[in-house]
């Protein structure tokens, strides 16, 4: 083979700059055919086909690990190939490589300190590196020249210096900084592993078993893992800069306090005569605000007075335009009701129609499944039979084909075994069918038995809290018997002497009564129920005077009430009852409920008059006597409804069941209470003991049912197992390289018996087929008689619907029309009372009035205008005169108050601006934050989906399939490979591999890791040294065609083996090393070409 040169050859398109690798290289490598590498050619023409800056020109090393000199090696500048024996020392070149750089020796995995890389025997170690600057790219030009020289010199102590030269070999810089800056510059990551990758790293990273660590290694390849922890340590300086900013508020808050404080010291200095004057000045304005505010009180009330009585006209208007309302509200509920009734009967009659036509359509669809069940169950049949009939008719043509090689016994008995083995398969077949039928039974079973199970339980829940509702009230009865309040609740005799001592200790202006059902007695007792039935909450509820002892009482309630919470009536307390004659109901036979019940105190009775109206109630023991008056005829003057003994509530149109069985809160006779529900505990006990019975037999049906289930699932699996098994079997004795010999005839009668079963099978599924039709056919018909029927309903009800509302509303307007109507009357009757207080009180404050304006005259003769409140005067008055009193006492040096007010005021701006300014830095600091995690998500997405595409094509050139999963939320990454593409369903992990396949899918995964990284050089280290010659072969064409398509970067590969398959190229320089021998001081690096190494 043809010497190989070290210079580069150039190769058109093959160039892109750094930040063009990722979308230029992906075509490249990923289509074969010339479109794109000339689209890509036009595109970057004017690039340089080499590398210009970053790549390592020259390593030496002297008394480095165990050699005292090696180098000067000259580098290509595309790809490189370091061959040598164990020990000739290229590990140590890629060691010498990374500590070079700047690298920690931990990084090498071949030490813990850089002390141990010196030579034994020696005091220090040398390293010299030279890295090629050139271009438009290149660090400091002016300064280095075309080429860097890193020197690094190791002490025993295992301290370090470095000397940066230029090409011409003068000193430019000896700083790690520099250094530092020309890496980053140039983009070399020595602690990178896709960048330089060792023989331990590569080791490790084959035989780890974690997935983490497979991410570990991706993250840190792709320098992701450093951006995440930038942006961790970011969120931790936020996080110290907001406490910063917390205690900065604290500290800022103490000074303007002081700031405050010193600010008005200041003021006080200056301003007593002015605080005189100004007290004077506002004693004359007080004198005269007194006598403006009296006026202003009085303008309201003459205005009033007016008004109220340019009103009376209004009202009489009002009370006969209610009068016809009332009379056409009416008129329009009669007629909507006589339509509504008429339309509720045309619905009636069709629905037992509809019930007739549903259980038909139920029963035709049931046949309509039943039917298509046994033409599925012919269908399959058909398909097994067919399936057999061409396994018999490919059988004999076997056979025929094969009768001169086997002899007739043994052809004879595997035709019978066969035979034997395929009526085992029907039979097992015909079994899975029938398992099949009663699998889906049992869980239909199953699933009917859960469903009931399920209604049981919400009947065993609701019947639960009935019962220990029923059993909290028997026990809040027996209670009663000795305190009669703890009716309202077990809590109420304790809430009711916090009342007392709050009310003895001054925190109610008037003492709170309540529960109002404590004040209240029904005089008739079988009217007990229908008392409580009107009232209903109200029983529980409590008066207050004034929102003040409202609020008061509320706190109370919070700390004694849990859950349900009394309502609080607010109303001003009187002495005497309302006198409601004039409004009230009268009946000659029935009493109102006002009358119905003796009222312990007057404030009870006016709060139940104002809020429920109980003097326009009347309460009918007989529910068809209620309807006689309220319904059948006009109900009384001033009756607004009525109740029943039995709860029941009667308006004039409507009717209402009572919600209550018993009275709870105002029984007389508590031992029948107590009875009448220890009865019915009983019986809802008896009612949960059968629930739950009930509840344990569905829960054994559907354990009995889950356990034949099971069962079966098991008889089915092994049936499953049983015909793959025959099926296995049956190809095996088909497919056997010497066939038994057997009987042609027997198996042409088989297919003829198959086919004539055939012929029957179809004839059935015809004649099921006509039949499923017929029966949907019948079924259609049966389900539009279903539809049309349900239509007429649908457009009855729909018909109806705005029939109902056009009742409810007439009935709201009747109901609003009575309501407006009582309410005018009422109002105009307080409507006059109130005219005639409003002069009263005018006549009481002009009275008044005149004793104010004379009293002002005494103070300022001529009156003052003010448009400021008495309240804020007299407040600002008396500001003053303690400000006068303490200035008066107060003694300083004036210099010094006005000093410390100048220290103050500035201290607070200062701390006052720095926390501004770190407010502004956490806000944009957030929204900086937030885009750039965004970003880091999108290029961890990115960089993920193109190493594996990379990585499947990589694969795909051995015929291999595989593919690498990414979790970056449990942060983990799992390669498969199958080392045979043809069976794609059995991916296997990497460790299942053999060495020279694991070796070749690591190659192919630091491949697809080079594709989304950046850096001017690769080094492998002993890539293939798990490898066959054709993985080998495979792994070099692939690493070749990337070397090819990025002669812009450099590759340094080290490996044991020969390279004498390489084809002859410029861009490739094979250095081979000497072996080592006993007692040599210097190893010669020599270049061999292909020939060389041959002989």
Known sequence: MGKRKEESISKPGSHKRQRQEYTEEHSDEFNEEGNSQSSADSNISSLPTVGEVGIIESIQLKNFMCHSMLGPFQFGSNLNFVVGNNGSGKSSVLTALIVGLGGKATATNRGTSLKMFVRDGETSADISITLRNQGRDAFKPEVYGSSIIV?????????RSYRLKSKSGTVISSKKEELLGILDHFNIQVDNPVSVLTQEMSKYFLQSKNEGDKYKFFMKATQLEQMKEDYTSIMKTKKNTCIQIEQGLERLQELKLLYCEKKERYKSIGFMNDMRNRLEDLKHKMAWAVVGEMEKEMQPIQEGIRAEEENTEQFVQKLEECQVKVNEAEEKYKAAKEKLIAISEEAKALHPQCISLKADVQARRKAVNEAEVLYNRFKTELKRLGKDDEQLRKQIEELKSSANRVSEPEKLERQRRIAHLREQLKAFHDEEIMISQQVE????????????????????FDAKQALDAEQKQLRELKDSKTNTLKRFGPHMPAFLEAVETAYRQGHFKHKPIGPIGAFIHPKDAELTLAVESCLKSLVQAFCCDNHSDERTLQRLMSKYSHGFRPQIIVNKFQNEVYDVRQRGVHHPEFPSV???????????????????????????????????????????????????AAGDQVFERRYYSSEYLRPKFLSQDVEAEISHLEKE????????AASQQRLRSIENEIRQNEDHLRGHQQHQKKLQIKIRTTNAEITDLENMEEHPSVDIRTLEDEVEENKSKMESVKKDMQQQSRKVEELKNILQVAEKKLEEIKEKIHHVEENAGPVKDELNRADSEVENSKSSLQHYENKHAEHLALIKRHKELLAAKEKELEEKTAQARQICSERVEVSRTVKSLDAEMNRLREKINSESHRHGNREEIIQQFHDAKERYKDANSKVKHLKKFIRLLEEIMAQRFKMYRQFLRFLSVRCKMYFEHLLRIRSCSGQILFDHKNETLSITVQPREEDRAALNDVRSLSGGERSFSTVCFILSLWSVTESPFRCLDEFDVYMDMVNRRIAMDMILKVAGSQQYRQFILLTPQRMSFLPVSS???????????????TLNFQKKNDQEEDQ
């Open 1067 to 1081: 861009s490739i320089r094979i250095l081979r090393m000497q072996d080592p021998e006993r007692g040599q001081k």
């Open 594 to 644: 006002l009358t119905a019940l003796e009222i312990d105190n007057a404030v009870v009775a006016n709060c139940l008059i104002d809020v429920r109206g109980i003097e326009t109630i009347l309460l009918i023991k007989s529910n068809i006597k209620a309807r006689e008056v309220m319904q059948l005829n006009r109900p009384p003057k001033n009756c607004r409804e009525a109740f029943t």
């Open 441 to 460: 039974q049992f869980q239909q079973a199953i699933y009917k038995c859960k469903e009931e199970h399920a209604r049981l339980r919400k009947e065993e």
């Open 681 to 688: 505990i009983e019986n809802k006990k008896a009612q949960l």
């Open 151 to 159: 020197n690094q010199h190791i002490n025993l102590d295992g301290s």
